[in-house]
C-alpha cells in the first residue's frame, strides 16, 4: 500500500473521532487544508472507496445519519471502542513521527521490544485459536523454562510491555507471559476453545496491573495532596475510581485487588499518597517502605 494511501485513512479516522460527527462539506473542507489533497476536494467516489478500505483493514465502519448527513465511527462496547480510540491515536502518532524525520533527533519516545519480538505471532494464533509452543527466561531463573504450552486468550500492554494470558494445561492454570521474555515461539497446529463463560474483561476487572490471580479484592482509599489529585483526575489509576475532594487534599477510592504491581505503583508517589485503608494494604507499604530504609542504615 503507498505511504500516502495510508496516511489519508489515518488522516479521515483521526478527524472523524476529533469532531466526533461532520458532515461532508466540512470533511472536505478539512481535507482541502491538509497536506494530503494538495488543494483538490475529494470526490465522493475517492471517500467512499476510502470507506470501503479503512473498515477492511481496520475493522472501523465509518457511518452516515441519512437525518443529519454527518458521518461518524460506528459505535461499539466500551472495551471495544477504547482498543479502537488506541489504534487510531498510535496510527496518527506514527503518521506525524513519520512526518517529522527531520527533526528525529529532538524527540524522545519510550521503546515496547514486545511489540517487535513475538506480538504479530500472539495475534495470529489468538485469532486462529491456536496453542503456542516457546520458552521463557523469567528474571528469577538463570536457565530458560522450556517447552511451555499456553492458550493465549488475550493481550494486554501495560509499563510498555506486551503481556500475554491464557491456559496452560500442564499446570491445570491460567497464567501471564511477558512477550519480551518468550524465547523460540512456535505457534502449533491444534485449535483449543476458550470456555464460554471465560470473560477476558471481567477476568481483569479488579487488577491493577497485569497480576490477575493474585490478592483479594479490597475497598482501597488513598490520600493526596492537591497537585497529586490533578494527576490521577488526568489519567485514572483504575477504572473503579472515585474522588472526594477537600480544601487541602483529595481521597481516591478504588475496588481491586492488592497486588505487587499496585504496591510497587503507590510506592512510586512517595510522600504525595498515603494509604488510609485497609489495613493490610497499609502493612504492605510499611513494610516495603521499612526494607528500602533498612538499605541505608
Not at 78 to 99: A, F, R
Not at 138 to 160: A, H, M, S, T, W
Not at 196 to 206: L, T
Not at 242 to 270: A, C, H, M
Amino acid at each position: 500500500m503507498p505511504k500516502n494511501l495510508f496516511s489519508r485513512y489515518i488522516w479521515i479516522l483521526d478527524t472523524i473521532k476529533r469532531y466526533g460527527r461532520i458532515k461532508r462539506d466540512e470533511l472536505n473542507r478539512l481535507w482541502m487544508l491538509s497536506p494530503h489533497s494538495n488543494g483538490e476536494p475529494m470526490a465522493r467516489r475517492t471517500f467512499y472507496n476510502y470507506r470501503v478500505a479503512i473498515e477492511e483493514l481496520f475493522k472501523i465502519s465509518i457511518e452516515c445519519d441519512s437525518t443529519t448527513f454527518e458521518y461518524y465511527l460506528a459505535d461499539s462496547d466500551e472495551h471495544s471502542q477504547s482498543v479502537t480510540d488506541w489504534m487510531v491515536n498510535s496510527m496518527t502518532m506514527s503518521d506525524m513521527l513519520n512526518g517529522a524525520r527531520d527533526i528525529s533527533n529532538r524527540i524522545f519516545i519510550d521503546d515496547i521490544p514486545s511489540a517487535r519480538t513475538h506480538l504479530s505471532t500472539i495475534i495470529k494464533s489468538i485469532k486462529d485459536s491456536n496453542p503456542v509452543m516457546f520458552s521463557y527466561q523469567p528474571y528469577n531463573r538463570l536457565n530458560p523454562v522450556d517447552g511451555i504450552i499456553l492458550e493465549p486468550y488475550f493481550l494486554k500492554l501495560f509499563r510498555q510491555r506486551w503481556y500475554v494470558t491464557g491456559y496452560v494445561s500442564a499446570d491445570d492454570k491460567i497464567k501471564t507471559y511477558a512477550l519480551d521474555r518468550m524465547l523460540q515461539v512456535k505457534v502449533m497446529r491444534e485449535q483449543f476453545e476458550m470456555p464460554a463463560d471465560f470473560d477476558p474483561a471481567e477476568f481483569i476487572s479488579d487488577a491493577f496491573g497485569i497480576v490477575f490471580t493474585q490478592g483479594e479484592v479490597k475497598q482501597v482509599a488513598i490520600k493526596t495532596d492537591i497537585r497529586q489529585a490533578k494527576y490521577f483526575r488526568a489519567l485514572p489509576l483504575h477504572h473503579s475510581q472515585r474522588e472526594i475532594t477537600n480544601d487541602t487534599y483529595s481521597i481516591f477510592y478504588f475496588k481491586l485487588k492488592l497486588t505487587p504491581d499496585f504496591v510497587q505503583e503507590l510506592l512510586s508517589y512517595g510522600p504525595r499518597v498515603t494509604v488510609l485503608s485497609p489495613p493490610e494494604l497499609k502493612a504492605m507499604m510499611v513494610d516495603n517502605l521499612t526494607q528500602a530504609l533498612d538499605n541505608y542504615r
